[in-house]
């Protein structure tokens, strides 16, 4: 469901994108290019269609994301985090084994030696 999803959100991204660029600022984009009198839709409803479509879009675009988190996959959720366990699996330093402080007798023996 999770990639259902997040092909969804790409979609609407896509679609968002693509209707936000027809728009002009100054008010052409899509409605200046249909300048004919016999238009079904005036160049002021087209603008309101763009508006409202980017209104839309938008909404199922935050809609869409809120709703991917619902489904995000959780293998094995872990009760602590990952720092947690790092410490957890350090050892005591108390409990370290000790290295020998003094010099062993042997020593003496092995300068002769060389």
Not at 12 to 24: A, D, E, G, R
Not at 51 to 75: D, M, Q, Y
Request: aromatic fraction near 8%; hydrophobic fraction near 45%; charged fraction near 10%.
């Amino acid at each position: 469901m999770y990639a259902f999803i997040t092909v969804l959100i790409f979609i609407v991204c896509i679609l968002l994108v693509l209707l936000v660029l027809v728009q002009n600022s100054k008010g052409g984009g899509l409605a200046s290019s249909f300048s004919s009198s016999n238009q079904v839709m005036g160049v002021r409803k087209t603008t309101d269609f763009l508006e409202k479509g980017t209104w839309i879009l938008a909404t199922v675009l935050v809609v869409l994301c809120i709703s991917a988190t619902a489904f995000l996959p959780r293998h094995g959720v872990q009760a602590k985090s990952a720092i947690e366990q790092q410490i957890q699996g350090v050892q005591d330093p108390s409990a370290l084994p000790t290295f020998p402080q003094s010099v062993p007798q042997n020593s003496k023996d092995s300068s002769k030696a060389k």
